[in-house]
């Protein structure tokens, strides 16, 4: 998708969602395509391998559904972030109620190993666990930071905190993973 020759990249999201507005279903492939690495990174970190994309469809079918209501209070990114976090809360809300585990056992998750070596599920699997057992504020910021790949200033901007606010919540959170990971 281009205007005046301008590239699709260079395009803000405002105008890519007022053109999906006008009835440009191009401008959806142009915001799906810069945002999908960091909400598949992000539903990577805290959904089991095997519902990852099934999920990541979830939100963007849910994303483009919802996309005329989209006030632009926040920016778009933010506002499919918080999306998808609902939708990954959604995900496990519907596995409980089907009374099947957060996570597949560990053997069955190495029997179901495709491209992965079982060593490296087994430590998806833990590192997830782990995830969850932490508090909000810290899954964030380790999220915000390996996820999505934000630099700590982004992060600041994002959370309206400042530099050294963010940097010591990280360490704390990377502090309390590592102690997950080792009991």
């Given amino acids: 998708m281009q205007n005046n020759k301008t590239p699709s990249h260079d395009l803000s999201d405002e105008f890519l969602i007022q053109n999906f507005r006008d009835g440009n279903t191009e401008a959806f492939d142009v915001l799906y395509l810069r945002h999908l690495p960091r909400v598949y990174n992000r539903v990577r970190y805290v959904v089991p391998e095997n519902d990852v994309e099934d999920v990541t469809q979830e939100i963007f079918l849910a994303a483009m559904k919802s996309l005329a209501s989209f006030r632009g209070d926040a920016k778009f990114g933010t506002w499919l972030r918080t999306l998808t976090n609902h939708k990954v809360a959604e995900y496990y809300r519907r596995r409980a109620r089907k009374q099947e585990p957060r996570l597949a056992p560990l053997t069955e998750a190495i029997a179901q190993t495709t491209g ?54 990280f360490r704390r959170a990377v502090s309390a993973l590592r102690t997950h990971l080792e009991t």
């Fill in 116 to 169: 992965s070596t079982s060593q490296s599920l087994e430590e998806r699997i833990f590192l997830q666990r782990a995830l969850q057992n932490l508090p909000e504020s810290y899954r964030e910021v380790l999220l915000l930071r390996f996820a999505e790949e934000m630099q700590f200033n982004e992060i600041a901007d994002h959370t309206g905190q400042n530099l050294e606010a963010v940097k010591s919540l």
